[in-house]
């Protein structure tokens, strides 16, 4: 047998209903044959030279930096929560205590080659969720592709921002949830959340499929680790005083700039901010409609519930996003490499051009107007982020139907299967890996 049709079923010439494959499968055909040598080594070549690149600019590390001098606060006998900017759980502290002890010089390098392999870890894992193989050229081209063309990306690997862990974590944890390991998958989310709590929201999904013990591990592991981070230093309380008032108010001017929150984008446009504040949370609270109306429908899906899994998060992270204050742009890193990786999947997102469309602010090389650089760049961030959920919303809350054809097998008559462009994880792990 093939590897290309024990991989993807794909008919054998011949064979009924094999006829020419779309346009849009025969691209995922291709992008799904192993990758040359030239290619591994250039897109290895390419994220490296970013990674390498962001090393020696003046500002690298920039938002790492406040938990690393929080570690370091700690270490010193003080408390991190004197510094305005460190907003993470105690937990974060006991976890940035490593880097805390390495040299300045050599943290410079490490950090940003740590950032990229946190991404890539994510972009594996989304790929082995759709059962793309690693050696594809989607898996080995796409990552270099999407590093080069997504502004965000070169901006996370730059300032080193612990969304990296979130982008890292959330992509493995739904692939354990595929493979029926939810306890793992929550402890990948609550070790996440330690670090950075971000993927709080997940819990909503956990919620929706009633895996108690992956919600249980998501909160007692930060808990845990967050109570004996308070432990250690003195003043913890500043935590509920000081950082989460700040933080509820959206920060302060310095953030102001780059949140592309609606509850902070709409007033910068003339909106008032009570109205903005009614937007932001209706549009959040029709997307968790539409992730939990997702999650139901499971009968339509032609995969294994592959897709359902992951538009279901992304939806319940979307609408998070809508409401957080701040909401920053690499904050769609952790929905983006599910959502890419899901085109080898008929009647996905990334198989409408709608959603490239949505992409376009954030895409690098596009001579925007001045007025939308710098200060103003939330207004572009906004826009993809608005564009990104109103899409899947709207995927989600259509009932999409299944494309039937004939399949014939020896010795039995013509019966009707989902076209499905990829075999679910099961089918896959007897193939290449």
Not at 116 to 139: C, Y
Not at 247 to 254: E, F, P
Not at 275 to 281: G, K, N, Q, R, S
Not at 307 to 327: I, N
Request: charged share 15%; hydrophobic share 55%.
């Amino acid at each position: 047998m093939k590897w290309e049709n024990q991989t993807f079923g794909s008919p054998a010439p011949g064979a009924p209903g094999s006829g020419p494959p779309a346009p849009g499968n025969r691209l995922v055909e291709w992008l799904v044959q192993p990758a040359s040598r030239l290619l591994a080594f250039a897109s290895l070549a390419v994220v490296l030279g970013i990674a390498v690149s962001t090393s020696l600019h003046a500002n690298w590390g920039s938002d790492n930096a406040f938990v690393v001098k929080a570690a370091r606060t700690l270490l010193d006998g003080g408390s991190p929560y004197e510094d305005k900017r460190f907003l993470y759980l105690p937990s974060a502290v006991i976890m940035a205590v490593p880097e805390a002890l390495l040299p300045q010089a050599v943290l410079r390098w490490v950090l940003p080659v740590g950032m990229t392999g946190l991404l890539g870890i994510g972009w594996l894992a989304a790929l082995r969720l759709f059962s793309v193989p690693l050696r594809s050229r989607f898996a080995v081209g796409g990552f270099a592709v999407f590093a080069l063309a997504y502004k965000p990306y070169e901006n996370l690997v730059l300032i080193g921002n612990w969304t990296a862990i979130s982008a890292a974590a959330l992509p493995v944890a739904l692939l354990l949830a595929r493979r029926r390991a939810w306890g793992a998958a929550g402890l990948v989310v609550g070790l996440a959340i330690a670090c950075k709590p971000m993927l709080v929201p997940i819990g909503l999904l956990f919620l929706m499929a009633r895996q108690w013990r992956a919600l249980a591990a998501a909160v007692l592991v930060p808990l845990g680790v967050s109570l004996a981070g308070a432990l250690l230093m003195p003043s913890p309380t500043l935590f509920f005083t000081k950082t989460l008032p700040f933080l509820l108010q959206g920060q302060d001017a310095y953030a102001l700039p780059w949140d592309a929150s609606p509850i902070a984008v709409l007033p910068r446009l003339g909106v008032p901010e009570p109205v903005a504040v009614l937007i932001a949370f209706a549009g959040a609270a029709a997307g968790l409609w539409a992730a939990w109306t997702r999650w139901r429908r499971a009968g339509g899906d032609a995969d294994g519930g592959e897709l359902r899994l992951a538009e279901t998060t992304c939806m319940v992270m979307l609408a998070a996003f809508l409401v957080s204050r701040p909401s920053f742009d690499h904050y769609l890193l952790v929905v983006l490499p599910l959502l890419l990786a899901s085109a080898v999947r008929p009647g996905s997102m990334p198989r409408s051009p709608w959603f490239w469309a949505a992409l376009a602010p954030q895409t690098a090389g596009i001579p925007w107007p001045s007025e939308l650089d710098a200060k103003r760049r939330a207004f572009k961030d906004c826009a993809t982020l608005c564009g990104l959920a109103i899409l899947l919303a709207r995927r989600a809350l259509v009932s999409t139907r299944v494309t039937l054809g004939p399949v014939t097998t020896a010795g039995s008559p013509p019966r009707t299967e989902p076209e499905c462009a990829a075999t679910p994880a099961e089918s896959a792990s007897r193939t290449a890996f």
